[in-house]
């Protein structure tokens, strides 16, 4: 779909959040991937949490970026506390995820392959499952992040569909300008992506390793 189109005839989506649940839902099903709900819950939420680049990102002198899984697995095991522990892994399997699933194709230019992030972010998620504390909240999610390690190749392989292929031509070019305005922060893309209904509300950036 041409922008001129989108531009003539724009058709709405109520939400980042509920386009990412259509798409993620379609791409299981196709697939043949099965999770529990807060699971597919949960991955959901994610892509949405991540639609802001500045949660994506983390903060450094030279800038906004990503931190090697490497070092972020480091500042898992040399934490302080538990609960900065289980947070610095679970900042660990949610970034490998998103980057493994959903920008899978810049890691051609990387030393580091899918296999890479599909290792060290099934890794975190089964680490955590069993180091949440035994409170209502880590009896919750130990479940999803144990599924989450379990399946974490299944769950890349459907965030690849959800990029590539979508519903229909109009999901396609959605994820497209997306992706164009979640890495090159391109004032175009962001006004077609609200002309869409979908309201980014984050300061974009490119994805970079520190």
Same mark, same amino acid.
């Given at each position: 779909?041409?922008?001129?189109?989108?531009?003539?005839? @724009?058709?709405?989506?109520?939400? !980042?959040?509920?386009?990412?649940? =259509?798409s993620v839902d379609a791409a299981m099903a196709? /697939?043949?991937?099965?999770?529990?709900?807060?699971? $597919?819950?949960? @991955?959901? /939420?994610? #892509?949405?949490?991540?639609?802001?680049?500045?949660? #994506?990102?983390?903060? $450094?002198?030279?800038?906004?970026?990503?931190k090697p899984l490497a070092l972020m697995l480091?500042?898992?095991?040399?934490?302080?506390?538990?609960?900065? %522990?289980n947070s610095a892994l679970k900042r660990l399997?949610?970034?490998?995820?998103?980057?493994?699933?959903?920008?899978? *194709?810049? !890691?051609?230019?990387?030393?580091?392959?899918?296999?890479?992030?599909?290792?060290?972010?099934?890794? $975190?998620?089964?680490?955590?499952?069993?180091?949440?504390?035994? =409170?209502?909240?880590? %009896?919750?999610? $130990?479940?999803?992040?144990?599924?989450?390690?379990?399946?974490?190749?299944?769950? @890349?392989?459907? #965030? /690849?569909?959800?990029?590539?292929?979508? /519903?229909?031509?109009?999901?396609?070019?959605?994820? %497209?300008?997306?992706?164009?305005? +979640?890495?090159?922060?391109?004032?175009?893309? *962001?006004? #077609?992506? %609200?002309? +869409?209904?979908?309201?980014?509300?984050?300061?974009?950036?490119?994805?970079?390793?520190?």
């Amino acid at each position: 779909m041409a922008a001129s189109e989108i531009e003539a005839g @724009v058709i709405p989506v109520p939400s !980042l959040q509920e386009f990412f649940r =259509n798409s993620v839902d379609a791409a299981m099903a196709s /697939n043949k991937v099965a999770v529990e709900d807060h699971t $597919a819950h949960y @991955v959901v /939420n994610l #892509l949405t949490l991540f639609a802001r680049a500045e949660a #994506l990102h983390d903060q $450094a002198d030279c800038g906004p970026g990503l931190k090697p899984l490497a070092l972020m697995l480091a500042e898992a095991a040399e934490a302080d506390s538990g609960e900065s %522990r289980n947070s610095a892994l679970k900042r660990l399997g949610d970034v490998a995820l998103f980057v493994a699933g959903f920008m899978a *194709e810049g !890691l051609d230019r990387k030393a580091v392959g899918i296999d890479y992030y599909v290792r060290m972010g099934g890794g $975190a998620y089964r680490t955590l499952s069993t180091t949440l504390p035994p =409170n209502p909240r880590g %009896r919750a999610f $130990a479940p999803v992040f144990a599924e989450l390690g379990s399946k974490f190749a299944d769950v @890349v392989d459907v #965030l /690849n569909e959800v990029r590539h292929a979508g /519903n229909s031509v109009r999901d396609q070019d959605v994820l %497209r300008l997306y992706e164009s305005w +979640l890495t090159t922060g391109s004032r175009r893309a *962001e006004r #077609l992506l %609200r002309q +869409l209904g979908i309201q980014p509300h984050m300061q974009p950036g490119s994805i970079r390793e520190h």
